[in-house]
Each structure stands twice: as C-alpha cells, then as structure tokens.
C-alpha cells in the first residue's frame, strides 16, 4: 500500500548494510514471522536482487534517491501499516518482518514499494489521496513487479491460467486501494477501470513488462 517519495535528505552510502536498531527495538518481533536480525540480514540480501538494483538506479537518476536507512524492517502492528509493508513519503519502505517468512517476500515488498517510489518521484504532483493517482501506481506496481506471476497465484489458490495475471492485478490493485479512506466503495472499482489501459501498458522504467 503506498502513502506517498523517500526522504533524501540522508547521508549514507547507497551500498551500506542497514544500520543495527540500536536501543527500543526487540530482538524478535512478536508473533509469526522471522527473528527481526534475520530480517535485517535478508532486507540487506535483497539489495543485490536484480530488479531491486534497477529500481535503485532508476531512482537515483531520476534525483530520488533510496538511501538504505529508509529501507525500515518494522513490527508492523501499527494502525495504517499493510500486512507486508508500505511507503510512505519522506519516510521510506517498511518491511513488515512480522509477516516475513521466506527472502522472496522480502524481494517482493521490497520491489512492489520501489515501484510506488519510483512514480512519486517520476510524477512530482502525484497526489496519494487521489483515487486515480493511487491506482495507477497499485496497477503499476502489482503489474511490473511480478506479484501476479502464475506460480504466486498457483500458491495463493487461484488456479485459472488464461487471463489470470490482468486479473491479479486487478483483484490486488483493488484490496489496496479500498484501504484509502478516500476510495472506498464503488470509487476505487472507477477508478481502476478509469486508468486500467494507460497504467497498465506504462512500465517504465522498465522496457516492457518483466
């Protein structure tokens, strides 16, 4: 779920590991999940993933650049958080360690997140509260970062092959928008429909779809 583009305002190098918590956080989280070291060690693993590396490229180029303090492993029982993390405007990407089991789906949030990144900085006047602007950017980042690969769908349940991931992208763009006190009901379902073919078929950065 995106709120909104990363605070780059930090010094750090965009290669460094990401810094100890320090004092206040636990050493486990809470509940499922992995031990919050592990997360930490697997967020640092997924900066050498290749779609991770491109987006981080593209943002830098594009003056935005996602410095590694604001990649956050996070206990992710906050109101307002999504179940595998967010960004969030001047703030950076959480990964909810909580509900982090396998390095995959830490790749992915990870991936998902830059994307929304990614097109605040592109946009400059996007606006998060806009129903058409939030759903170009869930279309997007469903779409563009292999969320809705039929492999993931397989293991999630959905086992139609034709025309599966064009409905992935919908279901999912969907569930993430509805979380947006502003696009809630029919507003959301327009607002995808309203912007489906031009945010669908845009995937920059990227040359076509991965």
Same mark, same amino acid.
């Given at each position: 779920?995106?709120?909104?583009?990363?605070?780059?305002?930090?010094?750090?190098?965009?290669? +460094?590991?990401?810094?100890?918590?320090?004092?206040? /956080?636990?050493?486990?989280?809470?509940?499922?999940?992995?031990?919050?070291?592990?997360?930490?060690?697997?967020?640092?693993?997924?900066?050498?993933?290749?779609?991770?590396?491109?987006?981080?490229?593209?943002?830098?180029?594009?003056?935005?650049? /996602?410095?590694?303090?604001?990649?956050?492993? #996070?206990?992710?029982?906050?109101?307002?958080?999504?179940? +595998?993390?967010?960004?969030?405007?001047?703030?950076?990407?959480?990964?909810?360690?909580?509900?982090?089991?396998?390095?995959?789906?830490?790749?992915?949030?990870?991936?998902?997140? #830059?994307?929304?990144?990614?097109?605040?900085?592109? +946009?400059?006047?996007?606006?998060?509260?806009?129903?058409?602007?939030?759903?170009?950017?869930?279309?997007?980042?469903?779409?563009?970062?292999?969320?809705?690969?039929?492999?993931?769908?397989? #293991?999630?349940?959905?086992?139609?092959?034709?025309?599966?991931?064009?409905?992935? /992208?919908?279901?999912?763009?969907?569930?993430? #928008?509805?979380?947006?006190?502003?696009?809630?009901?029919?507003?959301?379902?327009? +607002?995808?429909?309203?912007?489906?073919?031009?945010?669908?078929?845009?995937?920059?950065?990227?040359?076509?779809?991965?």
């Amino acid at each position: 779920m995106a709120e909104a583009a990363p605070d780059t305002g930090s010094g750090a190098a965009a290669g +460094a590991p990401i810094p100890d918590a320090g004092t206040g /956080v636990e050493t486990t989280i809470r509940g499922s999940g992995m031990p919050f070291r592990e997360c930490v060690d697997r967020i640092n693993k997924s900066l050498d993933h290749p779609k991770v590396r491109f987006l981080r490229e593209h943002m830098l180029k594009a003056g935005c650049p /996602v410095w590694v303090q604001l990649l956050m492993p #996070l206990n992710c029982n906050s109101e307002g958080l999504s179940y +595998a993390g967010g960004y969030a405007r001047g703030k950076g990407i959480s990964v909810c360690c909580n509900h982090m089991t396998f390095q995959d789906e830490i790749n992915q949030v990870l991936i998902h997140e #830059l994307i929304h990144a990614y097109d605040d900085c592109r +946009a400059k006047n996007i606006t998060w509260s806009n129903c058409a602007h939030h759903a170009c950017s869930e279309i997007r980042a469903n779409h563009l970062s292999g969320d809705c690969h039929y492999k993931r769908e397989l #293991l999630r349940g959905y086992t139609k092959l034709r025309g599966h991931e064009q409905e992935c /992208v919908k279901r999912r763009a969907l569930k993430s #928008l509805q979380l947006n006190p502003n696009c809630s009901g029919a507003a959301a379902k327009d +607002a995808i429909e309203a912007v489906w073919d031009i945010c669908y078929n845009d995937t920059y950065p990227f040359e076509r779809a991965p």
